[in-house]
């Protein structure tokens, strides 16, 4: 059980392409999803949280126009990052919770490559 | 604000050894959970083990163990009979467990990149 599944686990585009993640709950209702971005040989960084039907909250230093979020629905939240450059490229991991004491479990991941 | 401290960037142990990864925290809460998380290079998160505070018994999942040492604020992860397979990064995270923070955000340590020698 509480599976999360991401897609696409690996997406190549062009500067300037705005490109979306889907994160999907597939066995339970994800009350909250949390977006992180990891860099090479480095911890997760959380990005932002979403819980379903409301807006989002990022944290410090992280641009809302740019990296847009939505939940809207119990077992769907997605990532698009807008007019991706370069600098955007990394690995991005999505999370799922279901219930507040319990763990959150994460999809496999998307590797961005922005060109 | 809460730390969570991974003191050892990298550790090797020898196949079918035991391996101990250490990791401290910083909190002023009394209730809060600890977590161990699994990063092999396919790089998925998996859920090793969790701890709640207020157990005393440490919590246990087959080959994995950990010493929860409240007072001092440590929370270690012991592997038995170590696997090729878990070769991984290890990391360390903590949850407080406040009724005001519904979000239940992570605070994750750095990580130990665990290898094992065959």
């Avoid at chain 1, 932002?48 to 641009?63: F, L, P, R």
Wanted: charged residues 20%; neutral net charge.
């Amino acid at each position: 059980g509480a599976v999360v599944s991401q897609h696409p686990s690996w997406v190549i585009c062009k500067s300037g392409t705005s490109v979306k993640i889907e994160c999907r709950s597939l066995d339970f209702q994800a009350t909250t999803m949390f977006w992180y971005r990891q860099f090479p040989k480095q911890s997760l960084m959380l990005m932002a949280t979403s819980n379903e039907g409301s807006k989002a909250t990022y944290e410090q230093g992280v641009e809302k126009d740019k990296f847009l979020i939505n939940h809207a629905s119990l077992t769907l939240s997605t990532l698009t990052v807008t007019s991706a450059h370069p600098e955007d490229s990394s690995f991005y991991i999505c999370s799922a919770r279901g219930q507040r004491y319990q763990p959150q479990h994460f999809g496999d991941g998307t590797r961005l490559s922005i060109l | 604000a809460q730390t969570v401290t991974q003191s050892q960037p990298e550790m090797s142990v020898q196949e079918a050894e035991t391996v101990t990864l250490s990791c401290t925290y910083d909190t002023s809460e009394s209730d809060y959970y600890l977590f161990w998380y699994k990063q092999p290079p396919s790089r998925q998160m998996i859920l090793v083990i969790r701890q709640e505070a207020y157990k005393q018994q440490n919590a246990t999942e087959n080959r994995f163990s950990v010493n929860f040492q409240k007072a001092a604020k440590s929370f270690s992860l012991k592997i038995s009979d170590s696997q090729l397979g878990d070769a991984a990064m290890y990391f360390c995270a903590y949850r407080r467990d406040h009724n005001m923070d519904s979000n239940y955000q992570l605070i994750w340590g750095a990580g130990t990149k665990l290898i094992i020698k065959p």
